[in-house]
């Protein structure tokens, strides 16, 4: 089972930036594709962004693109979110989720698609 311990949430002015990091544990983390989640209140989950084990590709939600940014550091078994020019609508807990697999340039997309999931961190967006 991997465990994923995510940092960096926090409350932000509108039009502002966080960085959230996650590092998984108990598995090669160079083996991983990964990807961020988001869920606000009364509403599903949503995917985010991801990036692949080989960190070669990634695809971003067309809510958050051009604003946020995935990037991943293999030495540091860290995968980090870039969140800038923050809206309130981008109020959500995020979520860190991976996927162990072979295909060194998938970045999956879909819930169904991720076998760990990290605890979440709180993201607010004032006005």
């Known amino acids: 089972q991997v465990q994923l311990v995510e940092s960096g949430g926090g409350l932000v002015q509108a039009g502002g930036s966080l960085r959230l990091s996650c590092a998984p544990s108990?598995?090669?983390?160079?083996?991983?594709?990964m990807g961020w989640f988001r869920q606000a209140p009364g509403k599903d989950r949503e995917f985010v962004i991801g990036i692949s084990r080989n960190g070669g590709e990634t695809y971003t939600a067309d809510s958050v693109k051009g604003r946020f940014t995935i990037s991943r550091d293999n030495a540091e078994n860290t995968v980090n979110l870039q969140m800038n020019s923050l809206k309130p609508e981008d109020t959500a807990v995020y979520y860190c989720?991976?996927?162990?697999?072979?295909?060194?340039?998938?970045?999956?997309?879909?819930?169904?698609?991720?076998?760990?999931w990290g605890q979440g961190t709180q993201v607010t967006v004032s006005s």
């Open positions: 108990g598995r090669t983390f160079s083996s991983f594709a």
């Open positions: 989720a991976v996927r162990a697999t072979s295909w060194r340039s998938w970045v999956p997309t879909s819930l169904t698609d991720f076998s760990s």
